[in-house]
Nanobody
């Protein structure tokens, strides 16, 4: 089992920046692609960005050019650098990880979420 713990959320003004971190523990040898999702009040959870174990990245259109996902495999940690934040980025941000040994494209492991609030 893999445990994911996010940190770094908070309140920031529009145009500001925040860096989220997600540390994995437990059976980290099984961790493949990692990612970030977010869920705003009254909305469905949506993909923000993903990064493979080899460093290939994928971003949702609303965050392209503003957010950067990265990972440190030695520390079993994934990061989300968020810049030029907008009020519509306000959401709970969730870290997730996919088991590299399973054929499923679903993310099997999820963190508890961290709140990001962007004030206008």
């Amino acid at each position: 089992q893999v445990r994911l713990v996010e940190s770094g959320g908070g309140l920031v003004q529009a145009g500001g920046s925040l860096r989220l971190s997600c540390a994995a523990s437990g059976s980290t040898f099984s961790v493949g692609t990692m990612g970030w999702y977010r869920q705003a009040p009254g909305k469905q959870r949506e993909l923000v960005a993903t990064i493979s174990s080899g460093g290939d990245t994928n971003y949702a259109d609303p965050v392209k050019g503003r957010f950067t996902i990265s990972r440190d495999n030695a520390k079993n940690t994934v990061y989300l650098q968020m810049s030029s934040l907008k009020p519509e980025d306000t959401a709970v941000y969730y870290c997730c990880a996919r088991n590299r040994y399973l054929s499923s494209l679903e993310f099997q492991n999820w963190g508890q979420g961290t709140q990001v609030t962007v004030s206008s």
